[in-house]
């Protein structure tokens, strides 16, 4: 079945500690994006890719890291600049300018030790 | 920002219709109006989307207001998987990111 893949479904992460969270889609988009949603609140644009080599940063990039190599794959770093990374990471894809639906993942909680 | 208004939650049993509202007032002609829903501790799912014409698909109908500054979801007969925190999020067709508020969390009692 086409569908996108997060890992882990769970993280821990020391303080200091860069963490690195996977997204795989076999939909054959274009577009990944990456979320992320605090508790009772909806969800924020961290950074995006159009396409294979290129991301642009959403509204909250500040301490987050993403590269995009494959089409498939568009993995996210969380660093140890971003102070309050204790977030569920939801990972999306569509396929690109003209698609109009996103797609999403079943996320990745992180939580800070 | 969130450019739409919804309620922070609503009941309905189960079996019956639920409507959803949400209220987009600042919307522009080419923004369509789109659900998305998300179960707890899952990703959000698409539901359905539309520009000015009503819309239904297996799962729900999107009923637009013909000055386009609301909208409703109707869910025509809600089960307990329905409960979940429905999004309405306005954007224009190719823009890259979509806009998440706060939703409406919909318990669907039995």
């Known amino acids: 079945d086409g569908g996108i893949t997060q890992s882990p479904k769970y993280l821990f992460r020391k303080e200091g500690q860069n963490v690195t969270l996977s997204c795989e889609q076999n939909?054959?988009?274009?577009?990944m994006y990456w979320y992320r949603q605090d508790p009772g609140q909806g969800l924020r644009l961290i950074y995006y890719s159009q396409i294979v080599n290129d991301f642009q940063k959403g509204d909250i990039a500040e301490g987050y890291s993403v590269s995009r190599e494959k089409k498939e794959s568009f993995p996210l770093t969380v660093t140890s600049a971003q102070k309050n990374p204790t977030a569920f990471y939801l990972c999306?894809?569509?396929?690109?300018?003209?698609?109009?639906?996103?797609?999403f993942g079943p996320g990745t909680r992180l939580l800070v030790l | 920002d969130a450019k739409t208004t919804q309620p922070p939650s609503m009941d309905c049993a189960e079996g019956r219709a639920a409507n959803l509202p949400c209220n987009h007032s600042t919307i522009s002609g080419n923004e369509y109006v789109y659900w998305y829903r998300q179960i707890h501790s899952q990703g959000p799912q698409y539901i359905i989307h539309g520009l000015k014409n009503n819309e239904t698909n297996e799962m729900a109908s999107l009923i637009i207001t013909e000055d386009r500054k609301s909208s409703t979801l109707i869910l025509p007969h809600a089960t307990l998987r329905d409960t979940a925190v429905y999004y309405c999020?306005?954007?224009?067709?190719?823009?890259?990111?979509?806009?998440f508020g706060q939703g409406t969390r919909l318990t669907i009692n039995p």
């Open positions: 939909l054959n988009h274009d577009a």
């Open positions: 999020i306005v954007k224009i067709q190719g823009a890259q990111k979509l806009v």
């Open positions: 999306a894809s569509n396929r690109g300018t003209g698609g109009k639906t996103q797609y």
